[in-house]
Structure formats: structure tokens, C-alpha cells
């Protein structure tokens, strides 16, 4: 490779895109190239480290003794830490025939000390590596949104009809066809357009017959884009022309289309308030799915500008309580709707769910409402059908509104709390947990805010509670073992190789927060916002709060990585992560991050002596 190849192929891995021109420049003049062959050992554990390894080709094994603690491969380096403690903890072994630049550590450790930004990388906490790994994702995935396809954004129907269709006939049909131009079609076979600006300027203003020809107030000379044309090259070309609106053609040359500026700036802004809008004008059921339909493209589309995914799930959320509260305003009987409480819950209810993978929600029903149990089921199937038509899969535990045990009146839900509560099992406290989390979409939420009330009344007359509340989470192992090294525990073959990174992590972390939340009585629902509540209490400090914070952002985000990449590949969206698919940073930042569900864990051993329960 020639020094400016080699210059780039640094550049290109994190942290190293830090360094100046000169000291790139210095690391490439100084690199060699080395071989190893299949199983030859590269450094020995226990040894004075020589060299900091960047990987051209193949496969490196990081070890102690015969386990393999983590795995190396193209553009990814080692090892930094044995480099600075001048100690090799482990041994590194070529899992296959390998090709490596080798960089001397005195050059590094020189490096170090003259570059800022790469000496706090490497010597910065947990909580700042995992929130400095989201600016760098910000950076390498923007890119992504540059290669978005006209197709990608909203597309307007084209509605196409003769140029001497009447003003009146014109108007018509662009309110039949909910539309806000007409593309017309002369005797030539030429295309022109007329937009509702028009009908208003130029009809309106000018007292023209509404039996006169809509030709007469189009606008020739249209500019034509293809489907599959980059998006931002549409958008250059509008701002060219200074053009509002262009038509798109598929490769047949068929008219498929209009795209304007609106849905334009509203792809590259990830286009929120636009369905925000839609829901709020949405006058039918299939208005509101259409609206539905969106939310996969501003997911994709805040994850590829490096927004955290915290903020992503907060907006997906408030998008979907709009949707649930505008259908169940549709389909619920009058009766019902200001005498009941549509709650969701779980991470719904959290506003943790970013994906839809299920639907966890239930109905809480004044004692004195008057509607009949039969128009009530009727009602609640119909709801439940028509969200899994939007996309919302059902819930495999059946926790559900079309399920009577979670739609019920008022008083049967507090005699339910009861139980809960009173009559310790698996299942009970799992209810609990689901319901601890609900948050009212819809309805009277004074509701919810009396029963969660209650719990914390009957909750806090029982000393053991809390403890075989919080204890669920010692059914789950974090899969990290002894020496750092991921376990994999999946009795499935097709999973063999992953990691739950729900049950290992996120489940442990979320509970491990509710439970105290649930001791303190806080009425908050979202993880983080109950981390911030329970360090302001001063259960935790201000250092292992923000651990905590950035431990569930960086898993959640992790998961949502890898399940975008299954939705795009056809897969099933699941909670199990394959380390070999992350990037050497990602890998040790999960690590990290299982530490911290780790220290979570022993803390919650300790506060409700676990081991005893």
C-alpha cells in the first residue's frame, strides 16, 4: 500500500480519525506489514507487548489458556491496554491466515501523550466511552441518508386527466382523490400540472366559470425525476430550478408519482411533525394506517443521523399514543370512552419500544359506566384486529384489552392489585411489573394514577414484598464471564453463537430500577427517568447513575442496530445480538456495559438480601 492508502485505512477506524496530518503521516511511514499463518500465537500472555496490531486481513483470537475471550477481524486493532500497562494479560492467537500493519509502541505511547483526543479515549470512563460512541456512530452513519432513493420519501398519487376537464370536474377529483395537484394530459400527449395554489390564484381572483377548461390555468414544462434516483440529487435539482415539485417516472417511463419540497424537507427531518399532522387530520381508519406506516422510515432515519435511541423511542411513543388515542376515540361506544382508561404498558408503556413487537395494553373501566360487557368485547376485538393490521403484533401472553383479565372495572382491577400483591408467585409479580409501567392513552387517567396509588399502599404493608419483587432478576446471568469473555448459553442452534441481550442486560437493568422505584413510590414510568429520580433520592450516585444511563442507551441501541439490519435482510426482529457482527469499540463498550448491569445487580443483592429470599 502506498503512504496516502495507508493514511486513510488509519483514518478510517475510531479513534484514530482524530490525529493530525502529520502524526497520520508518521504512523504510516512507521507501520510494517506482517503474516501469520492459521493458529500462530502473536503475543504470548504474560509478555512485554512490541506492537499495536491493525488488522489488513483474517481473524484474531484474544485468549487465556484455551478460551477465546474476544475476536479481532478487518479494520479493527489490538491492544491498546497491554500496550499502556506495558503487560499482556491475555494471548493473541490468528483464528485463520492473517495479514496485519504493526505500529511500534513507542510511537503510540508518544502519540498518546501528544493527542488529547485519543489519550482521553482510552482513559476516559464507562459512561464517557459509551456516550462518546454515539457521536462517532452520528458520523459514519449519516452517510446513510445520502443514499436514500426518491422511492424512500412520501410520493404523492398522480392523478392524471384530459387538459379540457372541466374547473368544477378538476376541483372534484382533487378532493376525491385527497390530493393536492392534478397532472393533465393534452391532445399531444403532453403533461401539465395544475396545483390547488392555482384553483385559488388564478380561479378564485380572476371570477372565472368553474365550466371553463382547467388547461387553461396549468403550468407546462414539468421536470422529471426517477424513483430510484438518489433523493438528494431531487433535491439539488428543486433548488436549481427554484421548483416546488417534480413528477417521478419508474424505469419504464410510467409516471408513478409527485414529489414536493414538503415531503422533501420532511424525509431529511425525519419528516415527525408531517405524520404527527397526518394523525391529527387523519378523518378514516386507513388514513390513520397510512400514518402508521411511516414510523419505520423516521426510525431509520434519526438511527442514520446518530440520534440516541432514547430520543427515537420518546418520539415513536408520542406517535403511537396519538394513533391509539385517535382510533380508540373511532371504535370505542360513546358511553365507554370518558368512563374508561386505555392504558399501555410494559416498554410501551416505558415509551422504551422503538420497534413494534408487541402489544402489551389493557382497559380500566369506571364502576358506573353503562355500556354492556357484549358491546365492550366487540369493541376491544375489533381494536385489538385493527392494530395488528397497523403493524402491532399481538402480544404472545395474550396481555391484551380483548382479554377480560386485562379489561375489567375499576374495583375488579383493585381487588386484582390485591392479589397481586398479597399472593406471591411468578406470575403475579410479573403482572405487577407490566402494570407498574402503565401509562393512560386515552381516556380518564385518573384511573390508572388511583390504582398505582393503591399499590403503593398495599405494597408498602408487607416488609418481604419488595425483596420477591426484585429477586426475578437473579433468574437471569449476565453473559459475561469470569475473564471478560462473552457466554453464550442458548440451548437454540440457530442462536448458539448470540447473546439475549434482553434477559442479560436490559431486563436485569429495567427491573432491577422498577423495583426501587416501586419501594419509593415513584409514579414515573420511563428507565432513565427513574434513574434520575432514584439518584435525586440518593440511592445512587451522581458517577453510577450515569453509568446506568448510558449502559441502557448503549444496549438498547446495540439491539436496535442489529434488529434495522434483520428488517432489512427479511429476518425475524429478536432480542439476541452476535458479537462477531460488532465492531471491536462496540464489543468492549458491551462489555462495559454488562459490567454495569453486573455492579446494578450485586447492589440489589445486598439492598434486599436476595440471597435469602
Known amino acids: ?98 495479514i496485519c500493519y504493526v505500529l511500534p509502541r513507542e510511537l503510540f505511547i508518544k502519540t498518546l501523550h501528544e493527542s488529547p483526543d485519543l489519550e482521553s479515549f482510552f482513559f476516559q470512563s464507562i459512561s464517557q466511552k459509551l456516550n462518546a460512541n454515539i457521536s462517532n456512530e452520528k458520523n459514519k452513519e449519516l452517510a446513510n441518508l445520502m443514499v436514500a ?49 392555482d ?5 378564485i381572483l380572476n371570477r372565472m366559470d368553474f365550466d371553463d377548461i382547467v388547461g387553461k390555468i396549468s403550468n407546462s414544462g414539468l421536470k422529471y425525476v426517477n424513483e430510484n434516483d438518489f433523493l438528494f440529487n431531487a433535491q439539488l435539482l428543486m433548488s436549481k430550478h427554484g421548483l416546488k415539485r417534480m413528477v417521478v417516472k419508474n424505469d419504464e417511463d410510467k409516471i408513478v408519482g409527485i414529489i414536493d419540497q ?7 427531518a425525519t419528516h415527525t411533525f408531517s405524520v404527527s399532522n397526518e394523525i391529527n387530520n387523519a378523518e378514516t381508519i386507513e388514513e390513520l394506517k397510512i400514518a402508521c406506516h411511516s414510523f419505520i422510515k423516521i426510525i431509520k432515519s434519526l438511527n442514520a ?28 361506544p360513546e358511553g365507554l370512552i370518558n368512563k374508561s382508561c386505555l392504558v399501555v404498558m410494559g416498554s410501551e408503556g416505558r415509551g422504551e419500544q422503538v ?22 368485547l366487540d369493541f376491544t376485538s375489533k381494536y385489538i384486529e385493527t392494530l395488528v393490521d397497523f403493524g402491532f403484533p399481538r402480544c404472545e401472553g395474550n396481555i391484551m384489552i380483548s382479554n377480560p383479565y386485562w379489561c375489567r372495572k375499576f374495583s375488579d382491577f383493585k381487588t386484582q392489585v390485591y392479589e397481586w400483591i398479597t399472593q406471591p408467585s411468578g406470575d403475579n409479580f410479573m403482572n405487577l411489573a407490566i402494570f407498574y409501567d402503565a401509562v393512560s392513552v386515552s381516556g380518564n387517567r385518573e384511573l390508572i394514577d388511583e ?67 416501586l419501594e419509593h413510590k415513584i409514579m414515573r414510568t420511563n428507565t432513565l427517568r427513574r434513574i434520575e429520580e432514584l439518584e435525586e433520592l440518593g440511592e445512587f450516585n451522581n458517577e453510577f447513575a450515569s453509568e446506568l444511563k448510558e449502559a441502557f442507551n448503549f444496549l438498547s441501541t446495540i439491539k436496535l442496530k442489529s434488529n434495522l439490519a434483520k428488517l432489512d435482510s427479511g429476518k425475524e426482529v429478536d432480542n439476541y445480538i452476535n458479537p462477531e457482527n460488532l465492531t471491536t469499540m462496540e464489543k468492549d463498550l458491551l462489555k462495559d456495559s454488562f459490567k454495569i448491569v453486573t455492579k446494578l445487580k450485586k447492589k440489589l443483592e445486598h439492598h434486599y438480601k436476595l440471597n435469602y429470599v
Open 305 to 332: 443521523k446518530g440520534v440516541k435511541v432514547a430520543f427515537i423511542s420518546k418520539l415513536i411513543n408520542q406517535l403511537n399514543r396519538k394513533i391509539m388515542d385517535k382510533l380508540f376515540k373511532k371504535l370505542a
Open 1 to 98: 500500500m502506498t503512504i496516502l492508502e495507508q493514511t486513510t485505512f488509519i483514518k478510517s477506524i475510531h479513534p484514530f480519525e482524530s490525529l493530525s496530518k502529520p502524526q497520520l503521516e508518521e504512523f504510516a511511514n512507521s507501520l510494517d506489514i506482517v503474516y501469520f499463518k492459521k493458529d500462530e500465537l502473536i503475543q504470548r500472555q504474560g509478555e512485554k507487548p512490541e506492537f499495536l496490531y491493525f488488522i489488513i486481513k483474517g481473524l484474531i483470537q484474544e485468549k487465556i489458556d484455551d478460551d477465546v475471550l474476544s475476536i479481532y477481524s478487518k479494520c479493527e486493532f489490538f491492544d491498546t491496554i497491554s500496550l499502556i500497562e506495558n503487560y499482556s494479560k491475555h494471548s493473541f492467537v490468528a483464528g485463520q491466515e492473517s
Open 262 to 268: 414538503i415531503s422533501l424537507s420532511s424525509f431529511f
Open 451 to 517: 390504582l398505582k396509588q393503591y399499590i403503593f399502599k398495599i405494597g408498602s404493608t408487607s416488609q418481604s414484598f419488595y425483596m420477591h419483587f426484585a429477586k426475578i432478576i437473579m433468574e437471569f446471568n449476565v453473559p459475561l464471564g469470569f475473564f471478560d469473555g462473552f457466554v453464550f448459553d442458548s440451548k437454540e442452534e440457530e442462536h448458539k453463537h448470540e447473546i439475549d441481550i434482553k434477559k442479560g442486560g436490559i431486563f436485569i437493568l429495567v427491573q432491577g430500577i422498577r423495583a426501587l422505584c
Open 199 to 203: 384553483f385559488r390564484e388564478k380561479v
Open 149 to 197: 432513493k426518491v422511492k424512500d420519501a412520501r410520493i404523492h398519487k398522480a392523478i392524471i386527466v384530459p387538459y379540457d376537464t372541466s374547473i368544477f370536474e378538476a376541483v372534484k377529483t382533487i378532493k376525491k382523490e385527497k390530493v393536492p395537484t392534478l397532472l393533465l394530459e393534452d391532445d399531444k400527449g403532453e403533461i401539465h400540472i395544475v396545483t390547488d395554489s
Open 355 to 376: 420497534l413494534k413487537t408487541d402489544q402489551d395494553n389493557a382497559l380500566i373501566i369506571s364502576d358506573d359506566c353503562e355500556v354492556s360487557a357484549e358491546e365492550i
